[in-house]
């Protein structure tokens, strides 16, 4: 019962990600275009962090293989503000 409501959270988790993923590489244009002030407290990166928080609970030590969304959401230097740590390429 338990594994099987994991799974479903799993699967919804999986389309969310997907979704996020191409609002991600779109938005990722325009953040090298235009710089940080692309990014805004509900930019992909805000949701990219709340997804990455989701797939260490829910994939564990697996989360680690979703590269891209790591490299995007992964928490910020302490000292850097996240609008800063958005520039970062890929
Ligand atoms: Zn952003």
Known sequence: ?????????????????QHWHDEMVMHQRFVQRFGPAACSDDCPHAAGRR???????LLGPAADGLTFLRNCAGDPPPATPARAACATPA
Do not use: I, P, T
Request: aromatic share 8%.
């Open 51 to 57: 997804l990455w928080r989701e797939a260490r609970e």
């Open 1 to 17: 019962m338990l594994a099987q409501a994991g799974h479903k959270a799993q699967r919804r988790f999986l389309e969310e990600l």
